[in-house]
């Protein structure tokens, strides 16, 4: 088993300052309508929440899908 890649949001905007902190909060705070918490994206241990960096590309991918035109 490959162990995730997970980031803590502000080490996420660091490594990819594409999405600053303020943008991954509210994904995170609307994480249950915006897909982001069925994908699998959020960890949480405890009070510190984590990002899987790549069910957040996934995510974002799909996203991107079911916009398209």
Same mark, same amino acid.
């Given at each position: 088993m490959a162990i995730p890649t997970l980031l803590t949001i502000k080490?996420?905007? @660091?490594?990819?300052?594409?999405?600053? @902190?303020?943008g991954l909060r509210w994904n995170v705070f609307n994480?249950?309508?915006n897909g982001m918490a069925s994908a699998g994206v959020i960890v949480r241990n405890? =009070? =510190?929440i984590l990002l899987n960096e790549e069910r957040f590309f996934t995510w974002?991918? =799909?996203q991107n899908d079911s916009v398209a035109v």
């Open positions: 080490q996420f905007s @660091v490594k990819h300052p594409a999405f600053p @902190v303020g994480a249950e309508t405890g =009070r =510190r974002l991918e =799909r």
